[in-house]
T-cell receptor
Framework: DTAVSQTPKYLVTQMGNDKSIKCEQNLGHDTMYWYKQDSKKFLKIMFSYNNKELIINETVPNRFSPKSPDKAHLNLHINSLELGDSAVYFC????????????FGDGTRLSIL | DQQVKQNSPSLSVQEGRISILNCDYTNSMFDYFLWYKKYPAEGPTFLISISSIKDKNEDGRFTVFLNKSAKHLSLHIVPSQPGDSAVYFCAAIKPGAGSYQLTFGKGTKLSVIP
């Protein structure tokens, strides 16, 4: 049983398009996250979200928006895709208290042509 | 501004020997530290963590040591096995209001040679 699943695994699209990546967790966790791993392999937080609060990393362009239809899902919408958006995007989830490890999905590799 | 640094991009170790992966941090507000292991085309997998009030945590072959005064932690793997070959990420948590976001280092690629 996959704990954190992301779809699609690969996404190839043209500059200027709008796309979404879906994430679902079946762990009953309260908090979900999106991370971006760039070409230098740095994993950086983009958003964290629970039913109380959305926290956005200030470096994330407002073309990126998380959408959570319920506690088990946190989707990532990206508008007007740019070449620099090419990266691997990881979804994660955790219990909402200190020190709890985050569980990651296998990533979505986004390539912008 | 890298708040978590892994200065060795790669490490090679013979099977059966000890692997020591190092991590330094700059932000004294971090109060939990975690190690993740990552295979290609997969997401990071949690290995072990340590609270800033401790100096050692052990789980089977994995031990994490924390030296708060030096702002340094290390992961020891004993004995190393070929299946341990992966990229290891050090991560830290700086608690904020309702969020426990991870700050990652750039990773160290461990190769265990049979």
């Amino acid at each position: 049983d996959t704990a954190v699943s992301q779809t699609p695994k690969y996404l190839v699209t043209q500059m200027g398009n709008d796309k979404s990546i879906k994430c679902e967790q079946n762990l009953g966790h309260d908090t979900m996250y999106w991370y971006k791993q760039d070409s230098k392999k740095f994993l950086k937080i983009m958003f964290s979200y629970n039913n109380k609060e959305l926290i956005i990393n200030e470096t994330v362009p407002n073309r990126f928006s998380p959408k959570s239809p319920d506690k088990a899902h946190l989707n990532l919408h990206i508008n007007s895709l740019e070449l620099g958006d090419s990266a691997v995007y990881f979804c994660a989830s955790s219990q909402d208290y200190e020190g709890q490890p985050q569980h990651f999905g296998d990533g979505t590799r986004l390539s912008i042509l | 501004d890298q708040q978590v640094k892994q200065n060795s991009p790669s490490l090679s170790v013979q099977e059966g020997r000890i692997s020591i992966l190092n991590c330094d941090y700059t932000n004294s507000m971090f109060d939990y530290f975690l190690w993740y292991k990552k295979y290609p085309a997969e997401g990071p997998t949690f290995l072990i963590s340590i609270s800033s009030i401790k100096d050692k945590n052990e789980d089977g072959r994995f031990t994490v040591f924390l030296n708060k005064s030096a702002k340094h932690l290390s992961l020891h793997i004993v004995p190393s096995q070929p299946g341990d070959s992966a990229v290891y990420f050090c991560a830290a948590i700086k608690p904020g209001a309702g969020s426990y976001q991870l700050t990652f280092g750039k990773g160290t690629k461990l190769s265990v040679i049979p």
